[in-house]
T-cell receptor
Framework: NAGVTQTPKFQVLKTGQSMTLQCAQDMNHNSMYWYRQDPGMGLRLIYYSASEGTTDKGEVPNGYNVSRLNKREFSLRLESAAPSQTSVYFC????????????FGPGTRLTVT | QKEVEQNSGPLSVPEGAIASLNCTYSDRGSQSFFWYRQYSGKSPELIMFIYSNGDKEDGRFTAQLNKASQYVSLLIRDSQPSDSATYLCAVKGGTSYGKLTFGQGTILTVHP
């Protein structure tokens, strides 16, 4: 039981390049989330998927797209990376969107030069 | 005004002391409250959650919630150097139904 897994762990991009961050969970959770964490800013929600087949914008969605591929997998895509997207990205999942706690993956450290 | 506010610290306490971490929130409709611990370079891990007014104890940790004052706190008794981490307060419910809103975190250092 691996919980929430993310790939890659580290990535360096040049401005304008694209990439997809992958996330998978094996807890049979319905809801999945993407956050970014910047120094002194806490965690900010980028996009979330309340259930398979649905996605919604969070607090900071500009410059990102997501795909809920199936119940297990939720990917985050940067179409044209910018230095402002340098951050640590965390994927999380929860049983549902209600009161249930969220479980986080190990994170992806992304640097855009 | 930020929706969830924490003192960023750092908070420094001696080993064996009580560490007190505080968090205020602005949405009166918030229903559930979480404390996550995050070691440097690692992901957040849930240590406590509380839904009702009052205290909730789990080992050395006590979460306290006062909805009238829109205040939630985490007490760590008998602090250990291994408790040194960033503690994130998160709030769910109200206008942000189902979504967690995080504070910026408080850095705690426990020195021997």
């Amino acid at each position: 039981n691996a919980g929430v897994t993310q790939t890659p762990k580290f990535q360096v991009l040049k401005t304008g390049q694209s990439m997809t961050l992958q996330c998978a969970q094996d807890m049979n959770h319905n809801s999945m989330y993407w956050y970014r964490q910047d120094p002194g800013m806490g965690l900010r929600l980028i996009y979330y998927s309340a259930s398979e087949g649905t996605t919604d914008k969070g607090e900071v969605p500009n410059g990102y797209n997501v795909s809920r591929l199936n119940k297990r997998e939720f990917s985050l895509r940067l179409e044209s990376a910018a230095p402002s997207q340098t951050s640590v990205y965390f994927c999380a999942s929860s049983e549902a969107m209600g009161l249930n706690e969220q479980y986080f993956g190990p994170g992806t450290r992304l640097t855009v030069t | 005004q930020k929706e969830v506010e924490q003192n960023s610290g750092p908070l420094s306490v001696p080993e064996g002391a009580i560490a007190s971490l505080n968090c205020t929130y602005s949405d009166r409709g918030s229903q559930s409250f979480f404390w996550y611990r995050q070691y440097s370079g690692k992901s957040p891990e849930l240590i406590m959650f509380i839904y009702s007014n009052g205290d909730k104890e789990d080992g050395r940790f006590t979460a306290q919630l006062n909805k009238a004052s829109q205040y939630v706190s985490l007490l760590i008794r008998d602090s250990q150097p291994s408790d040194s981490a960033t503690y994130l307060c998160a709030v769910k419910g109200g206008t942000s139904y189902g979504k967690l809103t995080f504070g910026q975190g408080t850095i705690l250092t426990v020195h021997p």
